[in-house]
């Protein structure tokens, strides 16, 4: 039986290809993660994008002209935890706490998907889809006297998406690695200089921050906005107005670190502020100095070119 991302591929939209970004080097993220990791390198992508590092340039020109028009443009990225909260499963919480329980789960899904429908009417999803993580669910024999928990795998989360009556297509998709290779790019540190970044995570570094932008030879002003450590996907509504009180009203993009909650609080942030809001995650913590809070380099995170910059 065809499933969401049969249907997806059998469209002709969408492919699996291997995306190679120029001055991009994976071989040392490679060298301290486990063997599959290689397999990163395969994304579903777009058959409509011609050139896989082409992808850099769509996704800054969508950035720098939320930032010029002023409107909302939320980016949000959607792996193993995403997959593990919206299939109810408590799996979500690994390096992080997301949810306290199944019901709480269960509780925060319409705001969840209220959020979704924005994001994919306005904004870009970068789901994590790739040879590794789209096994089909092996059939379970049914329990009357325990719940059944759902698959987490990418194949599982698009029919999550197809069935909540939610379109992901070649317009709002964007592959999850190419987030953090804008994020880490000379673009990204061009277009950000003398700008104001508002940054809203738990943990914050100024100087770290600062050195790591000005070693790239950028100078954004960075702005810090707190948010708790655990459980912004089940909490985000009691802690919503407060962080929305508190963004800056010259603030030209915002980069978000929270977790599975990085949908509504990117969604929320980018329509109350008008302003591109990128679900930046493991780059934040590059940003603080703290890569080792997510277990280390990722993929597309490491340029080549990086390698001759002084690091003090």
């Not at 100087?207 to 912004?232: M, N, T």
Request: with cysteine.
């Amino acid at each position: 039986m065809n499933d969401t991302l049969d249907r997806m591929q059998a469209s002709g939209d969408f492919e699996f290809q291997r995306m190679i970004v120029d001055d991009i080097d994976n071989e040392q993220v490679f060298a301290v993660n486990v063997p599959e990791m290689p397999e990163g390198e395969i994304s579903l992508v777009s058959t409509k994008t011609n050139i896989v590092g082409g992808l850099l340039y769509l996704l800054h020109s969508y950035i720098e002209d939320a930032m010029s028009g002023n409107r909302a443009a939320p980016v949000v990225r959607f792996a193993d935890g995403e997959y593990a909260f919206y299939a109810n499963n408590l799996k979500c919480n690994g390096l992080y706490r997301q949810a306290e329980s199944v019901r709480a789960i269960r509780k925060a899904l319409p705001f969840h998907l209220e959020a979704f429908k924005f994001l994919l009417d306005h904004g870009k999803a970068a789901p994590l889809i790739y040879p590794g993580n789209i096994h089909r669910p092996q059939p379970k024999l049914l329990s009357f006297f325990k719940k059944q928990k759902g698959e987490a795998s990418a194949r599982a989360f698009l029919d999550f998406i197809d069935l909540n009556g939610l379109d992901l297509n070649s317009s709002n998709y964007i592959p999850f690695y190419m987030v953090y290779a804008y994020l880490t790019s000379e673009l990204f540190c061009r277009l950000v200089d003398k700008k104001t970044i508002c940054i809203i995570n738990s943990d914050h570094s100024i100087d770290d921050c600062h050195h790591w932008f000005s070693i790239r030879g950028s100078q954004p002003e960075i702005l810090f906005i707190d948010i708790d450590k655990a459980y912004v996907a089940t909490r985000w509504l009691d802690m919503r107005q407060k962080v929305l009180d508190a963004m800056p009203e010259r603030a030209d993009l915002c980069l978000v670190g929270a977790g599975v909650g990085a949908l509504p609080v990117c969604v929320d942030v980018a329509r109350h502020c008008s302003l591109p809001v990128i679900d930046a995650g493991h780059v934040v913590n590059m940003f603080n100095g703290l890569e080792s809070k997510s277990n280390g380099p990722r993929l597309f995170t490491q340029w080549k070119s990086e390698r001759e910059k002084p690091t003090s």
